[in-house]
Nanobody, 125 residues
Framework: QVQLVESGGGLVQPGGSLRLSCAASGSIFHIEHMTWYRQTPEKQRELVATINRAGSTNYSDPVKDRFTISRDNAKNTVYLQMNSLKPEDTDVYYC???????????????????WGQGTQVTVSS
């Protein structure tokens, strides 16, 4: 079992910055991707940025050039540095991790998804 705990959300003015953190704990063997999503009740969950264990990253178009995802594998922690924030960035931000686990029935390895509880980011003047 893996637990994910996000922190760093809050209220910020347009043009400001925030840094989100997500720490994984528990019986961790190998996490391949760590990903940030965001969602409000009116919208579908949207991928924001993802990073694999080797450090390769991908970003959604709305946040490219403003957000930076990074990762500390030794601490099993992923970060999201958000700059030049806009009101449309207001959302609940969720951390996701895919952790490799053994399926006894199938006798094979698979990646299981884990989610954090979410942290609110509000961009408003």
């Amino acid at each position: 079992q893996v637990q994910l705990v996000e922190s760093g959300g809050g209220l910020v003015q347009p043009g400001g910055s925030l840094r989100l953190s997500c720490a994984a704990s528990g019986s961790i063997f190998h996490i391949e991707h760590m990903t940030w999503y965001r969602q409000t009740p009116e919208k579908q969950r949207e991928l924001v940025a993802t990073i694999n264990r080797a450090g390769s990253t991908n970003y959604s178009d709305p946040v490219k050039d403003r957000f930076t995802i990074s990762r500390d594998n030794a601490k099993n922690t992923v970060y999201l540095q958000m700059n030049s924030l806009k009101p449309e960035d207001t959302d609940v931000y969720y951390c996701n991790a895919d952790h490799i686990e053994w399926d006894r029935d199938q006798r094979s390895w698979y990646y299981r998804d884990y989610w954090g509880q979410g942290t609110q980011v509000t961009v408003s003047s």
